[in-house]
């Protein structure tokens, strides 16, 4: 069973440029997670899609970050404009339902310089 | 207040011994517990579920107590492989909150 997809692996930009991760979930996943990871900490929920709405996105800096999931499949999520503080790690995760275990892709490895 | 709270450790162990990890939560309406696994620079993967009965696999036993709200992981005689960081899961409604986790070095 293919597991779930990200990409890119690894960006690098300048602060205040734009960038946009794409993610494709487990077949069949109805819900679909965005988490940050900054070195050091615990993954950081960022929104949380059930099909193709929005069920959490309270921790979502919006004047900045956007990320939709139209089809209720794939997701992007978009940071503009990027900060320095945005370098981190970006999770995508998918479960069947919001109760059970999510299952994480490789994630992104976004460096703003 | 944070949702989960773990101990950062670092926990440093040698090769065979016992070693446990608790994490509580902040939400007597938690539903659901998961352990993940995250190696360096790794995505973090499911450890185990964590059950109201408590539940094993091999030399890890996990454990929940609602009463003091909280979950733990018990390593058996640990192996170098077993160097990682756990991360503890709480599921809250709709809402999946990770713990920061506790780093685990084996020694030789």
């Known amino acids: 069973e293919a597991g779930v997809a990200q990409s890119p692996r690894y960006k690098i930009i300048e602060k205040r440029q734009s960038v946009a991760f794409w993610c494709n979930p487990i077949?069949?996943?109805?819900?679909l997670y965005w988490y940050q990871q900054i070195l050091g900490q615990g993954p950081k929920l960022l929104i949380q899609?059930?099909?193709?709405?929005?069920?959490?996105d309270s921790q979502l800096p919006k004047d900045r970050f956007s990320a939709e999931r139209l089809k209720g499949v794939d997701s992007t999520l978009k940071i503009q404009p990027a900060k320095l503080e945005d370098s981190a790690v970006y999770l995508c995760a998918s479960s069947l339902d919001p109760h059970t275990e999510a299952f994480f892709g490789q994630g992104t490895r976004l460096t703003v310089v | 207040r944070k949702e989960v709270e773990q101990d950062p450790g670092p926990f440093n162990v040698p090769e065979g011994a016992t070693v446990a990890f608790n994490c509580t939560y902040s939400?007597?309406?938690?539903?659901?517990f998961f352990w993940y696994r995250q190696d360096c620079r790794k995505e973090p993967k499911l450890l185990m579920s964590v059950y109201s009965s408590g539940n094993e696999d091999g030399r890890f036993t996990a454990q929940l107590n609602r009463a003091s709200q909280y979950i733990s992981l018990l390593i058996r005689d640990s192996k170098l492989s077993d160097s990682a960081t756990y991360l503890c899961a709480v599921n809250t409604g709709n809402q999946f909150y990770f713990g920061t986790g506790t780093s685990l070095t084996v020694i030789p």
């Open positions: 077949s069949g996943h109805a819900t």
């Open positions: 899609f059930q099909n193709n709405g929005v069920v959490d």
């Open positions: 939400n007597s309406a938690s539903q659901s």
